[in-house]
């Protein structure tokens, strides 16, 4: 694609400012889906309750937004490991709920994550792709990626992705963000340092930062994770922000604290899993009792998130500010994810996209 001379990072051009600002999503999604994950492994006296708290999330056929398709990638019948694609979810531009089955919608998917979770069941790893990253969509031409699920919903994400990446997609899960506030105010809040100290945008004075170690909890933690006009790179520092933020989070839900006492994961369960949607197959206590239990030993340290590498921002031949693809970083990340390898490219990714 010809370009322009593209705007370095340092010089990042923000996206329109008039745009109605967008939920997080990065942030919270993997930790609903260990929370879910938590609910079904406690098990005990509290085992048909929990059961009870994972019917209230919603199911969706697996056929229905992960179907196949001609020229598909096709994985090792024999690979154990599992990639599964995370989509953050709000009320459409119409003022609907987004129904994730549907071929096609007026709400991108701002916030999205490829998780990968190993054979061996030894870590997380979190990737995180930039919703203005230039990408082919199929049928579609070039654009940015978030608009493929606009053009054809899940479906034609999850094909975009598994184009791009060569690896196949295995399970779905997506939320609604107005489990957000819940989640935080459930596990008492997280403690994060704050890199520079800011108001969030468009938003009441009272709703500003210090620089330096702060509390979020409820609303606080929502108009921290979701800013970027505050900052001269934008996205990129609100990417920064939500995988600390994540990875708080992700300490505090797995710690004995929380995991030791059941009504808390109670608490956990009835107000995060009525906003969860999850694949038939995701979704169904055997498949995630096992999970649970081959995941007993994770702690946050086994945690890794990272951005999708690219080149920074640069244009579109229509004039639009886009984040430009790195094809050599993604097909590196395909073959680790390929190869079920991504503990060794890990720590080989440029340091200013891991956390």
Do not use: C
């Given at each position: 694609m010809a370009q322009d001379a593209p705007p370095t990072q340092d010089e990042y051009i923000p996206r329109r400012m008039h745009r109605k600002p967008r939920h997080i999503g990065r942030t919270v999604l993997l930790s609903l889906l260990m929370v879910a994950i938590t609910i079904v492994g406690v098990g005990g006296a509290y085992a048909s309750k929990l059961g009870s708290a994972l019917g209230s999330s919603t199911s969706v056929d697996i056929n229905e937004v992960l179907p196949s398709y001609e020229g598909q990638p096709i994985k090792d019948p024999g690979d154990k490991s599992m990639n599964i694609l995370l989509l953050g979810a709000d009320h459409s531009d119409?003022?609907?709920?987004?129904?994730?089955?549907?071929?096609?919608?007026?709400?991108?998917?701002?916030?999205?994550?490829?998780?990968?979770?190993?054979?061996?069941?030894?870590?997380?790893?979190?990737m995180s792709i930039m919703r203005d990253t230039w990408v082919n969509i199929p049928g579609h031409g070039y654009a940015k990626i978030n608009a493929a699920m606009q053009y054809g919903g899940v479906p034609?994400?999850?094909?975009?992705?598994?184009?791009?990446?060569?690896?196949?997609?295995?399970?779905f899960a997506g939320v609604d963000f107005n489990g957000f506030r819940g989640l935080t105010t459930a596990i008492g809040g997280v403690d994060v340092n704050n890199p520079k100290a800011f108001c969030a945008y468009k938003t009441t004075p009272d709703v500003c930062f210090d620089a330096g170690k702060i509390h979020?909890?409820?609303?606080?933690?929502?108009?921290?994770?979701?800013?970027?006009?505050?900052?001269?790179?934008?996205?990129?520092?609100?990417?920064?922000?939500?995988?600390?933020?994540?990875?708080?989070?992700?300490?505090?839900?797995?710690?004995?604290?929380?995991?030791?006492?059941?009504?808390?994961?109670?608490?956990?369960?009835?107000?995060?899993?009525?906003?969860?949607?999850?694949?038939?197959e995701l979704r169904d206590p055997a498949l995630l009792a096992g999970l649970a239990a081959q995941m007993k030993s994770l702690r946050s340290d086994d945690i890794h998130s990272f951005t999708l590498p690219n080149q920074g921002t640069g244009w579109s031949p229509d004039h639009q500010s886009?984040?430009?693809?790195?094809?050599?970083?993604?097909?590196?990340?395909?073959?680790?994810?390929?190869?079920?390898?991504?503990?060794?490219?890990?720590?080989?990714?440029?340091?200013?996209?891991?956390?």
């Open positions: 119409s003022g609907e709920k987004l129904d994730f089955s549907a071929t096609s919608t007026d709400q991108r998917s701002d916030s999205m994550m490829l998780v990968h979770i190993p054979a061996d069941r030894s870590g997380v790893y979190i034609l994400l999850a094909e975009t992705l598994q184009n791009m990446l060569g690896v196949k997609i295995d399970h979020l909890e409820g609303q606080r933690a929502l108009k921290w994770v979701r800013e970027r006009h505050a900052f001269a790179d934008g996205d990129y520092q609100r990417v920064r922000n939500q995988q600390q933020f994540l990875k708080a989070v992700f300490k505090k839900t797995l710690s004995p604290q929380v995991l030791a006492d059941p009504l808390k994961v109670m608490d956990l369960a009835n107000e995060v899993l009525p906003y969860v949607t999850m694949d038939s886009i984040v430009v693809a790195d094809e050599a970083w993604i097909a590196k990340v395909g073959a680790a994810l390929k190869a079920d390898d991504m503990g060794t490219l890990y720590p080989k990714l440029p340091e200013n996209f891991r956390k």
